[in-house]
């Protein structure tokens, strides 16, 4: 396969490599062109935290309270079931891997995480197609699922 530097790199090739048909919108284009920084404490001026399970707590807490604000019909319910489900998983999956037995324990809970964190990425997608208002928390809802998901990978490979 040809390497291409980011900026010659051909119309599409992304969506072409992830299997994606041509002309589908990638999720950075989605939402735009930069995610801007994600404020999940309440506490405004505090940094994140460096404890990844008080991160993952915090990042749960944003997304119940992100869920609070979106208007109840037949299809919103049941993408906040799946919002919530998935967003709030991502810290009780990490807490198990925390305290797990062995080695093989821990890779197969931070896989979890990891999953749970690129649904969580879908859902804040299909979230904020449902109700345009809301694209703009959802977006820094799903930097922060994007960066949460990074750093599972980073742990998924170690």
Not at 20 to 32: H, I, M, N, T, V
Not at 49 to 64: K, M, N, R, S, W
Not at 89 to 117: F, H, L, M, P, Q
Request: glycine share 6%; charged share 30%.
């Amino acid at each position: 396969m040809m390497k291409y530097p980011r900026t010659q790199r051909p119309k599409n090739s992304s969506a072409l490599l992830n299997g994606q048909a041509p002309g589908a919108r990638s999720e950075e284009e989605f939402w735009g062109l930069e995610a801007t920084a994600v404020e999940l404490r309440e506490d405004v001026g505090q940094s994140k935290p460096y404890d990844l399970g008080e991160h993952t707590a915090q990042f749960g807490e944003a997304v119940i309270r992100f869920a609070k604000k979106i208007p109840q019909n037949p299809v919103n319910n049941r993408l906040i079931s799946q919002l919530v489900g998935a967003g709030t998983s991502v810290g009780a999956n990490y807490c198990e891997a925390d305290e797990g037995v062995s080695r093989k324990d821990y890779k197969y809970r931070i896989g979890t995480c990891k999953k749970e964190a690129r649904e969580t990425k879908f859902f804040l997608r299909m979230i904020a197609v449902a109700e345009e208002s809301l694209k703009p928390e959802a977006r820094v809802l799903w930097s922060e699922a994007n960066e949460l998901h990074l750093i599972f990978c980073a742990l998924y490979r170690k």
